[in-house]
């Protein structure tokens, strides 16, 4: 029995301490739009997404997208799909080592999350790419939340 208890409690110790173990906690949302907890899911997710930014990890990134999403940013066509891929393979090559989000708002109901924020890409710690704000709109299919639309706007000019 106390071999049990032993296994147990490891068992409880090691979910509990596991980052995975709370991001699938996150996606058991109610059916009401519920802010305390979109902002706790949003704020994992953006720090997973940081995360494998660092790690150049384009396909985790891009596994964050539904494959009919939209990845929508300046000086270019819509991404969709696979190209997602592609698209974060791109900047990552291109030198992107860190990125920040900070939450501005956070809106929804129980079918879509709509985030609005500020990001800045770095090729180093103090080297910054480019800085903007950003529109996210997430949407629960099943038990699983995904980025439907991702918007992204630079806030610096392009150079002369």
Request: charged share 20%; net charge neutral; aromatic share 10%.
């Amino acid at each position: 029995m106390n071999k049990l208890l032993a296994i147990s409690v490891c068992a409880i110790s090691f979910f509990s301490c596991n980052p995975d173990s709370t991001s699938k906690n996150v996606n058991q949302q109610p059916d009401t739009f519920d802010k305390k907890w979109a902002t706790a899911f949003i704020d994992s997710v953006n720090k997973n997404f940081a995360k494998q930014v660092a790690a150049g990890d384009s396909v985790a990134l891009a596994d964050q997208y539904w494959p009919d999403a939209a990845l929508l940013l300046d000086y270019s066509e819509p991404v969709k799909g696979n190209a997602i891929t592609g698209a974060w393979g791109e900047a990552i090559r291109m030198g992107l080592k860190d990125m920040t989000f900070t939450t501005t708002d956070i809106t929804g109901s129980a079918a879509f999350i709509i985030e609005t924020g500020l990001y800045e890409m770095k090729s180093a710690p103090t080297t910054l790419i480019d800085k903007g704000k950003y529109v996210v709109v997430w949407q629960k299919r099943g038990n699983d939340w995904k980025l439907y639309r991702d918007i992204g706007a630079t806030s610096m000019r392009p150079a002369k």
